[in-house]
């Protein structure tokens, strides 16, 4: 059989110091996962944790030590960074329990969801979906990932965001709302998780815009640094 046309490549990321790559099935995000956040947005930080998807190709992969370019995106005057920790998937399941979520994580990464808040705000305003102020090309940037083993400590670790060497977002992953495993246990009762999907955890407070030209640098204590650049 032949396809009409060349079917879609397979996203993946590469992995931390090894030369096989980590193919992406899905990319999840939660919404508003730590209080500081969820209150700067107007909300108490105290509601149960949702969930909104980009498509794979979406992210913008950025390997160890490079600078990804990314466009600025059309249709908005207020692009802004969420820097969050990036859960990778492993091992696929449904209705998993939270005691044995973590067995479905393989490892770490670091992204950013990046949003087009004016869009996303009208759209809330209007309770229409939110995919335009989400999910546009480019909007996660994302790091190589690191093998759950050898990022133990991601898990209280330093979350941080610099534009231009000046501190935007600082926080830890400690103060995550629903932690890693309650997180996998809420997703997989709503959809069956799968080997490759990606889960990005929510961001801290700091939330705010860049301008083309500028340069962001995400970090989490034990993970690879992630650099973009707004072209
Ligand atoms: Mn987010």
């Not at 949702?50 to 990804?68: I, M, R, S, W, Y």
């Not at 960074?81 to 209705?95: P, R």
């Not at 790091?143 to 759950?148: E, F, I, K, L």
């Not at 069956?192 to 990005?200: K, N």
Request: proline fraction near 8%; charge should be negative; include cysteine.
């Amino acid at each position: 059989m032949d396809y009409l046309f060349p079917p879609p490549a397979v996203v993946s990321l590469p992995i931390t110091a090894r030369p096989d790559r980590f193919p992406v099935h899905r990319v999840y995000c939660v919404g508003r996962n730590y209080e500081d956040h969820a209150k700067e947005m107007g909300f108490t930080g105290r509601e149960p944790p949702f969930f909104f998807l980009k498509p794979a190709d979406a992210l913008l992969v950025v390997p160890e030590g490079e600078t990804g370019s990314m466009a600025y995106p059309t249709l908005t005057q207020d692009l802004h960074h969420e820097i969050e920790l990036v859960v990778a998937i492993g091992k696929g399941g449904n209705s998993i329990r939270p005691e044995r979520a973590m067995e479905h994580v393989w490892g770490y990464a670091i992204g950013l969801d990046m949003t087009r808040r004016d869009l996303q705000s009208d759209m809330k305003k209007q309770g229409r979906p939110w995919c335009i102020g989400k999910a546009f090309e480019q909007s996660a940037p994302v790091g190589p990932v690191t093998p759950m083993a050898e990022a133990q400590r991601v898990l209280s670790a330093e979350i941080a965001l610099s534009v231009n060497g000046a501190d935007r977002q600082r926080s830890t992953t400690a103060k995550l709302i629903w932690d890693v495993a309650e997180t996998i246990a809420h997703l997989s009762n709503a959809w069956t998780l799968q080997p490759g999907d990606l889960i990005f955890t929510g961001t801290p407070e700091g939330v705010s815009a860049v301008s083309r030209g500028d340069t962001l640098v995400g970090r989490v204590a034990g993970l690879p640094s992630l650099r973009v650049q707004i072209v």
